[in-house]
């Protein structure tokens, strides 16, 4: 295997950009119009709760969870563009592991409306669901995926950091 990355031992200026390595500038991007879109969803929702007096206990419930996944998407988003040092992909594990709980709770709600509520457009969301929690079950996979492969690699650096001098090359 002559094109294997992890048999050549690892230069200087690939252990300078591992150890620096940062989200690069469209992940930051990203992550930014995350923030944004989630914070605009989290106050609208509020405010419509706020501002709404006469809304059912079921709107009331679901317009709650909307706004907790929000905020919860809001401290993420914050949290990776705010963290200084090499996350290792860890930020897409936890934003995979966040979307396959959510996409979870609302499949879980949806398959409780349409047993409450018989009506076709919630079997609908309930298929829906289901198939948002296989897209997020997938990305999650392959996030831990990289963060193994990820983990190995640097397993590989710090072994050829540990080999005397001489038989580095």
Not at 73 to 101: D, E, F, G
Not at 151 to 167: M, N, V
């Amino acid at each position: 295997m002559s094109g294997s990355r992890s048999s050549a031992p690892p230069s200087a200026a690939e252990l300078q950009r591992l150890a620096t390595n940062q989200l690069s500038s469209a992940a930051r991007a990203g992550h930014l119009a995350l923030l944004l879109a989630a914070l605009t969803v989290v106050v609208v929702t509020a405010s419509l709760v706020l501002t709404e007096v006469a809304l059912a206990p079921r709107a009331l419930a679901a317009f709650g969870a909307v706004i907790v996944m929000g905020a919860c998407w809001v401290a993420y988003a914050v949290w990776a563009l705010t963290t200084r040092r090499l996350m290792l992909p860890t930020h897409r594990v936890v934003a995979a592991r966040m979307a396959l709980t959510f996409s979870a709770v609302f499949s879980v709600a949806s398959a409780l409306v349409a047993i409450l509520v018989p009506a076709v457009t919630a079997w609908w969301a309930v298929a829906f669901g289901g198939v948002m929690c296989l897209v997020a079950w997938g990305v999650l996979q392959r996030a831990r995926a990289t963060v193994d492969r990820l983990r190995a690699r640097r397993h590989e650096i710090e072994l050829a950091l540990q080999a005397p001098s001489g038989s580095r090359g």
